[in-house]
């Protein structure tokens, strides 16, 4: 349906009216309904194939395999002084707490590498002696796999927690504080310029203009290295804290059990898609100035 709107010169022009905007919970129930849509077929393609014999079930089980027994599991997850006493109590806790304790590890290292990062950026550009003898330590640092520094970790902070937030740590200090340099050089000359006109002094300056200009690319950096930040304190947890959901994916590749090696990489699966909402839910919040917050519907 159209509706007349009068032109130049006295002509008609017709015009489509704007469809209306679907409500928020509407939205948010569409995106629900496309995301349980896209789990669905990834899950029937490969039940599919367990069905029709293309898929071992001793190598590639699938779901409704290493899904079925939950309390089977679990009970792997249960510290090994105590395996002989479990109960489905038991190793429902200590699966909860194997999840908890690795996501611990994540969100400090991230933390820490978050505010680190984002400081020595600053003070790189601000602070032009600073600058010159960090930053070309830090581009030279910056291609080496936090891979490697896993002997480093392990050298300075022996067997526990720390190696793993050190490794998670390095996995985002280096490519933040570059990130956060290129964000500052380019934050538009036109702000800055007005500011000084209107009489902002530095502090101001960099208040509320420069962090406000960098802090949409400083989330979205965080957010693509939390999916790494995963996947690096998996490899410590195997082989630098003797603990965590990284433990298990290597106890399970030890003993070929299959069942635990999908359920754990479930697991890990399912912990990283709530960390990347619980980041959106932040970005929203924190960036409230910012339409759509820079990030999508990814």
Known sequence: MTTPTSGGGGATVWVAPRAPRPS??????????????????????????????????????????????????????????????????????????????????????????????????????????????????????????????????????????????????????????????????????????????MGATRRQLFLHVVIPAILPSMFLVLRMNLFGAWMVVLVAEATGVGSGLGQIVMLARNTFNSSLSFFTMTLIGATGFLFDVALRQIQRRVLYWVPNNGMGKV
Do not use: K
């Open 24 to 197: 928020r919970h509407r939205r948010r129930l569409r995106d629900a309904g496309w995301w349980f849509a896209s789990i669905g077929c990834f899950v029937a393609l490969w039940e599919l194939a367990w069905a029709v014999g293309w898929a071992d079930p001793l190598l590639l089980p699938p779901p409704h395999i290493f899904l079925h027994n939950f309390a089977d599991q679990a009970q792997y997850f249960v510290p090994t002084d105590v395996i002989g006493e479990t109960n489905s109590a038991t190793a429902l806790s200590s699966l909860l707490m194997t999840v908890v304790a690795s996501s611990l590890r994540v969100i400090s290292g991230l933390l820490l590498g978050f505010v680190c990062s984002v400081t020595v950026g600053i003070c790189i550009r601000y602070f032009g002696l600073f600058g010159r003898l960090t930053l070309p330590t830090i581009t030279l640092l910056a291609p080496i796999s936090p891979i490697a520094w896993l002997p480093v970790a392990i050298f300075l902070f022996g067997i526990g927690n720390a190696p793993a937030v050190f490794m998670v740590f390095v996995s985002l200090f280096f490519v933040m504080t570059l990130s956060t340099i290129s964000q500052i050089d380019a934050v538009s000359r036109t702000y800055l310029n007005v500011s000084a006109i």
